[in-house]
């Protein structure tokens, strides 16, 4: 109905794992002590990046969805 | 609990997202089909999704937690037996009634398959089931969001009392369900299940592979605790080998076949998703769509309460420890289990034991002492937002189906007949006020069961229990008659309280635990009491259908095409592609849940 889904799915996790991912990368990286020394917000930002562009090009491809 | 600028703003844009959702969806309400069953054009993937997130409220992810904690991953058996096979039955089997019948709701396919009190009795313990779920759902969260002090930090700057956090994460939540259904009705909250899905599985995910890394996979916990912890069946001989209490029997009829069935196939809740489907083909796919991840998400919820209890208490670090500053708390961490802390009396400061001497443990903190413990600030963030998204979907599950079940049911059944469209679509939308206000009293009414797990599975015992008797006579068997049907109903019901008043757990002391009539029999566990109370309603009920049924004046067959197995067209999908075909899905769901099985034996 009207709206795909996807693309707003796509989009919110486009945009939190770009802050993740950025925070990660710039942040203070002494706190990944409890995540046992993985850099854990740039790790799984990159991956939520990744599945938001995915959803964004499923959901622009078959707008009827 | 330290929150930076990037965890707010996740949360923050979570809400801006469901919100928008809402906003984005008013202009298509334009007729009460378009608001309470999203204009049955839902495609089958999305409905899937939304089916098992409706269900993945609080009562799942904390409270499954805290049983993979307390039993270990014999709580699989609540996925594995206590939901898929159900799943499939209800795809493969009930949905040519339920959607092809274009009934609107389930208490309404039992006006057309049987008749008025039938319906009336469904609809209205239906109304009222909803609510209360919905309230335990918020009352969980309010109390978990003070918990784990989320608000205490921005409380504190504003000058507000701290007091006032129970209520304001009540009403915060409380408002914005309400705001995104009344703005999209079903399809609102179909589309914001879907989003909630996905967040919910971003935010845990990271947080089972930190937690698996840690104490060395699978292998890691079963060294670490005893065989009981990771075995599903391997115990299940009698209630003394198992943590469950229960014995495979009561295991397989009570959570597999009554209680199970009687959730999946007939609740409306979970059944209103499949219902707003685009197709016969779609409404049969979404369990079997919806049972794919449905079976992998005890690796997402059971394995965090696991993995929480097999934590070797050097790695517990104070940082991870709820409120150090609080009296007693150290204590509790000392009496705990890896990250699970003791219970503490409120009234002593001391730390709760039970009569051999032994702590009580407070398992349900499992998943937010996880996320204390593994998660740093930003990724807390999303943590603590998919935890709000569990809530929320939960909630808002049952108020769209307390909104249709209310209008359509009670309302234009026995308020007022003949409407407008337009009068029922605005009835709806206050509804929504009306049902949300109504779960927020009953919000605060939930405090009594520590577990609350056990506390809905007592509910669904006497409610549900007898239900599936009633839909598989009724869809099965075109003899069964309306009298038979409200009678056996009836009857099941009281079954399951004279039952539960009549028996009781180990342990347990008279009253709401049970045996409040008197003692005639005591269960090994508080679960394999719910079981069996579950087993006695549903016999009860199919006995007593099929008795009234007999010596009542049946419906001529004409009247019952559409409605009845033996009357009605099997759809066909010949023309479908493989992977669309549901019994193909439904097999190769069959055959993966076994696999599950067989591995964690």
Not at chain 2, 135 to 151: E, K, N, P, Q
Not at chain 2, 280 to 294: C, F, G, H
Not at chain 2, 434 to 456: H, Q
Request: aromatic share 12%.
């Amino acid at each position: 109905m009207g709206i795909d889904i996807r693309l707003p799915i796509g989009l919110m996790f486009t945009i939190i794992g770009l802050l993740l991912a950025g925070y990660g990368l710039l942040g203070d990286a002494s706190i990944y002590q409890r995540s046992l020394g993985i850099n854990v917000n740039l790790v799984w930002g990159g991956v939520l990046t990744l599945f938001g562009i995915v959803m964004l090009l499923m959901g622009r491809k078959r707008p009827a969805g | 609990m330290n929150l930076t600028f990037i965890d707010w703003s996740i949360m923050l844009l979570y809400f801006v997202f469901v919100l928008g959702i809402g906003f984005a969806l008013k202009r298509f309400m334009k007729t009460s089909n378009d608001f309470f069953l999203a204009g049955r054009s839902i495609p089958a993937w999305v409905c899937g999704l939304a089916f098992i997130s409706a269900n993945l409220g609080a009562q799942e992810v904390i409270g499954m937690a805290a049983s993979g904690a307390k039993y270990g991953i014999a709580t699989s058996h609540f996925y594995w037996v206590g939901a898929i096979p159900a799943m499939i039955f209800v795809g493969l089997f009930m949905m040519p009634f339920y959607y092809g019948s274009r009934a609107r709701s389930v208490p309404e396919y039992l006006r057309l398959r049987f008749d008025e009190k039938t319906r009336g009795f469904n609809a209205i313990s239906f109304a009222l089931m909803t609510v209360f779920s919905s309230g335990i759902s918020m009352y969980a969260m309010a109390r978990l969001l003070g918990t784990l002090h989320v608000f205490d930090a921005p409380f504190q700057q504003l000058g507000l009392p701290a007091s006032w956090i129970f209520h304001v994460s009540i009403l915060t939540a409380a408002i914005i369900v309400l705001l995104y259904i009344f703005l999209g009705g079903l399809t609102s909250a179909i589309y914001n299940e879907v989003l909630q899905f996905f967040l919910i599985v971003a935010g845990f995910l990271p947080l089972v592979w930190l937690g698996l890394r840690n104490v060395g996979g699978w292998e890691g916990i079963k060294q670490k605790l005893p065989a009981a912890y990771t075995h599903s069946w391997a115990g299940m001989g009698s209630p003394e080998t198992n943590l469950l209490g229960v014995e495979w029997f009561g295991l397989v009829m009570g959570l597999g076949f009554v209680l199970s069935f009687g959730y999946w196939c007939t609740d409306f809740l979970v059944v209103q998703r499949a219902m707003a489907a685009d197709s016969m083909s779609s409404a049969r796919r979404t369990p079997q769509i919806a049972a794919l991840p449905k079976m992998f998400i005890p690796f997402l919820v059971i394995l965090p309460g696991l993995i929480a209890v097999a934590l070797p208490r050097t790695d517990v670090t104070p940082a991870a420890v709820i409120d150090t500053a609080q009296p007693g708390v150290a204590a509790a961490m000392q009496a705990g289990q890896g990250l699970i802390p003791a219970k503490i009396d409120p009234s002593t400061g001391q730390v709760k034991v039970d009569k051999d001497g032994r702590p009580e443990l407070d398992y349900d903190l499992a998943i937010p002492q996880m996320l204390l413990h593994y998660f740093p600030t930003g990724i807390l963030g999303l943590g603590l937002t998919a935890l709000l998204a569990s809530f929320m979907s939960g909630m808002a599950g049952n108020v769209t189906a307390f909104n249709t079940v209310w209008t359509y049911d009670i309302y234009q059944s026995y308020i007022k007949k003949g409407a407008s469209d337009a009068h029922y679509l605005l009835v709806g939308r206050l509804t929504t006020i009306f049902g949300v206000a109504a779960s927020v009293l009953a919000a605060y009414l939930a405090t009594k069961f520590n577990n609350i797990m056990d506390m809905l599975q007592l509910v669904f015992a006497f409610v549900n229990a007898p239900l599936f008797a009633t839909f598989l006579l009724g869809m099965f068997w075109k003899r069964t008659t309306g009298h038979g049907a409200f009678t056996g109903l009836l009857s099941g019901t009281l079954a399951a309280a004279m039952h539960h008043g009549l028996t009781i757990s180990k342990g347990a002391l008279p009253g709401i635990k049970g045996g409040w009539i008197s003692i005639l029999h005591t269960y090994p566990s508080e679960m394999a009491q719910n079981f069996w109370t579950a087993i006695y309603a549903w016999v009860t009920c199919f006995l007593i259908t099929i008795l009234i049924s007999v010596v009542t004046k049946p419906r001529p067959d004409r009247e019952l095409v559409g409605l009845v197995y033996s009357l009605t067209e099997k759809p066909q999908e010949g023309h479908l592609p493989w992977h669309k075909k549901p019994a193909v899905l439904a097999i190769v769901v069959a055959v993966l849940t076994v696999l599950l099985n067989i591995i964690f034996w």
